[in-house]
């Protein structure tokens, strides 16, 4: 639990300035916390690894973290999770995509759990709270897209992808 509450700090500072891209511009560290949510309280599960690499998932593409940062505060195998759904900014975002697309079926276990994660809120967040300057085809745009990605994970864990799909199918006919 020590370790979680320390992710969660950790995550809190780094993120302290961001705000999510909805309306109301939601802080940042509301997503993280919300995919610990989904996967503990949602999906069942325990493996404390997973949660705090769930809670510090964006501190490497969004922030001034290293990969060594995080080895040093949370050990070899939460880095590596994290690192493992980071996207490289320094592409295009078209290959980002793409690549999240490619490389979903080749990542750990833990990883493919903290994406899916990630995939559900934020399906849930653009039904909720959807970026001001988004229409319904960007939506769907992003909905799809999100299936690939999770299509090229199905098996990791299928309580968690019935929630992808019922949110999915709730975006699709909202959007």
Sequence with gaps: MNRIISAIAFAAEKHRN?????????PYINHP???ANVLANEGGITDET????????D???DTDTSHEELMQCFGHEVAKIV???SDDKSLSKDERKRLQVELARHISEGAKLVKLADKICNLRDIVALPPADWDAPRKLEYFDWARRVVDEMRGVHPMLEALFDAVYGEA????
């Design 172 to 175: 699709h006919t909202l959007a």
């Design 18 to 26: 961001q705000r999510r891209k909805d309306a109301q511009a939601s």
């Design 33 to 35: 916390i919300a995919l």
């Design 50 to 57: 997973v949660l705090i690499a769930a809670v510090l998932h």
């Design 83 to 85: 690192a493992e759904v």
């Design 59 to 61: 501190t490497l593409e």
